[in-house]
């Protein structure tokens, strides 16, 4: 299976300030048809997962445009501009190219 | 909207099986793939598998065949997940999602508890 590492395990964050969550995947993400089959999801406090970006750098729908994604075959970023308080909690990446999709251990965002 | 609607949480002996569902609204079920996901404390998420309502395919985990069985009915717009012969390794939330991949969809989680 891809093992999908995440960092940091937490991070603590000033509102309005700016922050990045690491990824890195086992092996290369890139399909042969040119996408890459990264995501990342946020889980609110007491929430289920919810879709932030879909194949690396798209942002799913009502994503604010403060979140964006990007990175290579095996190395991702999601950025988070303008850090606000709904922007609390726990932080996941995922591959979803090859069966069984596997999920990143999670980085916690705090707020300073 | 689409909607997926888990049931209650769910209190199990050890060596019991247990049934879940995911009501859904709001899309055409008939058509549609339905995903299953585990997520313990840790935390961590795992994938256990999904089904085609279309035709009942499935697809799963290689990690959790012969634990779970995911089924559907068209009538009722369900998708149903049977976890067998649970232990305390079972102990989780569960979430039914829409779609094989991408989960844009998740239902609230169904908290299963595994206690004698």
């Known amino acids: 299976d891809i093992v999908m590492t995440q960092a940091p395990l937490s991070v603590s964050v000033t509102p309005g300030e700016s922050a990045s969550i690491s990824c890195r995947s086992s092996?290369?993400?890139?399909?042969?048809?040119?996408?890459?089959?990264v995501y990342w999801y946020l889980q609110k406090p007491g929430k289920s997962p919810q879709l932030l970006i879909y194949?690396?750098?798209n942002l799913a729908s009502g994503v604010p445009d403060r979140f964006s994604g990007s990175g290579s075959e095996t190395d991702f970023t999601l950025k988070i501009s303008r850090v606000e308080a709904e922007d609390v909690g726990i932080y996941y990446c995922?591959?979803?190219?090859?069966?069984?999709?596997?999920f990143g251990g999670g980085t916690k965002l705090e707020l300073k | 909207q689409v909607k997926l609607l888990q049931s209650g949480a769910e209190l199990v002996k050890p060596g019991a099986s247990v049934k879940l569902s995911c009501k859904t609204s709001?899309?055409?079920?008939?058509?549609?793939?339905m995903s299953w996901l585990k997520q313990v404390p840790g935390p961590s998420i795992e994938w256990i598998g999904w089904?085609?309502?279309?035709?009942?395919?499935?697809n799963y985990n290689q990690k959790f065949k012969g634990k779970a069985t995911l089924t559907v009915d068209k009538s009722s717009s369900t998708a149903y997940m049977d976890l067998s012969s649970l232990t305390s390794e079972d102990a989780a939330v569960y979430f039914c999602?829409?779609?094989?991949?991408?989960?844009?969809?998740w239902g609230q989680g169904t908290l299963v508890t595994v206690s004698s």
């Open positions: 995922g591959q979803l190219l090859e069966n069984p999709p596997t």
């Open positions: 089904i085609y309502a279309g035709d009942g395919g499935t």
């Open positions: 999602a829409r779609g094989p991949i991408g989960f844009a969809y």
């Open positions: 092996k290369s993400l890139l399909h042969s048809n040119g996408i890459t089959y």
């Open positions: 194949r690396m750098s």
């Open positions: 709001g899309f055409t079920f008939s058509t549609s793939y």
